[in-house]
């Protein structure tokens, strides 16, 4: 473990993390805080009143040039030609078989300038394949190292952002900004952006930051916070809090072997565009039905069902759980799985395999939860 | 409190007697409890069922793993902690109390002997 932790790269934040005595591990490579404390309080926390994360391990490319867009357009499932600065979108990338590279987040920056916001473990993978693209004068550039990432998330976080002094210039604008929508503003003459996106369910807001500004925006936010009970939160609930508000997370729902029809997201999907790398292949799975869907199952008892754990029917093979979790805040046990289509038309019932047991349960609708207001 | 009274096992497992009775009480130790994280789910072994020392005898769901939960000593299962099952943080918050998840009634008494006492579990887990 030693070993590991020094060859892995630290956030502007890590220090802080360790300060407040965070357990610490390696995550795509990065040095990150689990959890502070306790994964539930954290995810209560986020439910009820807010956090704040440090993803700043998210990788980001930043598209310049006359066509910035319509070279994204081509990179993506999604259809980012009609959306105006300051409008984000979510998106996948899929190779020419229809198999998913990534998913991500276009931020539509300016007229010309996209920033494409993709998960840390894949920040090479998907670097290599937006180089495969004709560059049509546009300029790609692995702009990573230079932002910070911060995540505030939960039913107070407009609040706690608008009592912080950093904040005080765009009061209006957090007010205004509507749900995958952004703006920027200058800190100190630097750059920086604010979108309305999160991967908790909750309202919230992410902030890009210039890296030597990191620290001073995370204790201005708690500091600001503190009275409406902002918590730091660790990567332990933000896997449980995306989890139940059912969001696919790459190298589970999502990987270099499934289609994003596969895992549900057909919204994100804009087979109606003239081209994107794998159009083709998902036109003619969608014509034949997709080989596996993602659903979401209830389970009988409180053992929680883990990825790559077998779901079968009627002592067949029906598919694969890809995250699980005893739900925080629904207080059951829930898991997402990919099944084979051909179980998957039959039935609404299946078992899963816990060690040498099985559990009974039943498909119920994503996303498990919905909260008021994103 | 006294550990006087109390066994480790390598699994991180504690065992609590009483001299004059042939039940003991077990537990997780607050190692084992810190490295589980949050436990949500309890997996008992039946009340009348027989455990035998070092095998499993149920889980411990938490939420980023699940851990067997090992019989200390060989026994017949006498009690479950079944405050558990609404209140499963009991076993982070007070592992050696409160938290605590089974009693036995002991097979072998001297089977307690080749177990741990604090000062050498505490020297297991680099607490000294």
Known sequence: ?374 | MSFENVRFTKNHEWVRFEQGSDVATVGITDFASGELGDVVFVEFPRVGQKVKAGEPMGTIEAVKTVADLFAPVSGVVEEANTALNDEPSLVSESPFDQGWLVKLKLSDRAELDKLMKKSEYDKLVGKD
């Open chain 1, 1 to 374: 473990m030693s070993d590991a932790v020094s060859d892995t790269k630290k956030t502007p934040l890590t220090f802080i993390h360790q300060s407040l005595g965070a357990k610490m591990v390696e995550f795509a490579g990065f040095l990150m805080p689990v959890s502070y404390g306790s994964i539930l309080d954290e995810h209560r926390a986020v439910r009820e009143r807010a956090g704040i994360f440090d993803v700043s391990h998210m990788g980001e490319f930043l598209v310049t040039g006359p066509r910035a867009r319509e070279f994204v357009n081509e990179v993506i499932t999604n259809d980012c030609s009609k959306l105006a600065p300051g409008a984000l979108q979510y998106s996948v990338m899929c190779r020419e078989d229809g198999t998913t590279v990534d998913d991500l987040l276009v931020f539509v920056l300016g007229e010309e300038r996209v920033l494409l916001v993709v998960n840390a473990a894949n920040i090479d993978k998907d670097f290599d394949h937006v180089c495969t693209f004709d560059k049509h004068g546009v300029k790609v550039e692995n702009v990573s190292d230079s932002w910070a990432l911060l995540a505030v998330q939960g039913p107070m976080t407009r609040e706690i952002l608008k009592a912080c002094p950093i904040f005080r210039s765009v009061k209006a604008q957090l007010d205004e900004t509507a749900y995958y929508k952004g703006f920027s503003f200058a800190y100190e003459g630097d750059e920086v952006l604010v979108s309305r996106t999160g991967y908790t369910g909750e309202l919230g807001f992410e902030i890009f930051i210039p890296p030597p500004h990191a620290p001073v925006f995370w204790e201005r936010i708690v500091e600001a916070g503190s009275s409406h009970g902002i918590i730091p939160i660790g990567l332990g609930a933000r896997d449980t809090l995306r989890f139940e508000a059912s969001y696919c997370l790459y190298g589970h729902e999502l990987d270099d072997t499934t289609s994003p029809l596969e895992a549900g997201l057909n919204w994100a999907v804009k087979l109606n565009k003239p081209s994107f790398r794998g159009i083709e292949a998902l036109r003619r799975e969608k014509e034949a039905g997709s080989p596996r869907t993602l659903v979401g199952l209830d389970l009988e008892g409180r053992n929680i069902a883990r990825p790559g754990y077998r779901v079968i029917k009627d002592g067949a093979d029906a598919g694969k759980v890809t995250s699980g979790a005893f739900s925080p805040t629904l207080q059951k046990s829930l898991c997402m799985a990919l099944i084979d289509r051909g179980a998957k038309d039959a039935s609404t019932e299946y078992k899963i395999v816990i060690r040498e047991k099985q559990a009974a349960a039943g498909v119920t609708a994503l996303p498990f939860y919905k909260s008021r207001a994103k």
